[in-house]
């Protein structure tokens, strides 16, 4: 039984070391593989807003919603108004009313609908 595992590992060993390296495709462009510099890159990068919160909850009936935002950010004021985004596309405009502890904040449904996940920012 012993001899049956050592010979299918022996066998898969010489397989696998038997084959060549096939190295990048022809179509690889990098500096270090070619020697020369990187060619031009189809990737886009778009930032992300740096002053943007995310409705964390909300409260249809009362029309209210809290905001967060990542540590470091500067919530912002009372009477500040803010207008929530969804996939890009204003939704609606709310009106900060505190209060504020630690990332979090609190503010009234001015006009539109707010779901979890909606982005805020300033305007």
């Known amino acids: 039984m ?9 066998a898969c060993l010489l397989v696998v070391s038997g084959r060549k390296s096939r190295g990048p495709p022809a179509d690889w462009n ?4 070619n020697g020369g ?6 990737v886009i990068v778009t930032p992300a807003p740096g002053n943007a919160g995310h409705v964390t909850a909300v409260n249809a009936s009362a029309r209210y919603v809290v905001v967060s935002y990542s540590a470091g950010i500067a919530l912002p004021v009372a009477a ?3 207008s929530v985004y ?4 204003k939704v609606a405009e709310i ?4 209060p504020s502890r630690d990332t979090h904040t609190v503010g009234d449904i001015v006009a539109g609908e707010c779901q979890l996940g909606d ?4 305007e």
Do not use: C, M, Y
């Not at 009106?95 to 505190?98: F, L, Q, R």
């Open 119 to 122: 982005e805020v920012r300033r």
């Open 80 to 82: 500040q108004r803010l």
């Open 2 to 10: 012993r001899w049956n595992g050592f010979l299918l590992t022996t």
């Open 95 to 98: 009106k900060i009313t505190g």
């Open 30 to 33: 990098d500096a270090s593989t």
């Open 37 to 42: 510099p990187a060619g031009p890159s189809h």
């Open 86 to 89: 969804r996939k890009g596309l």
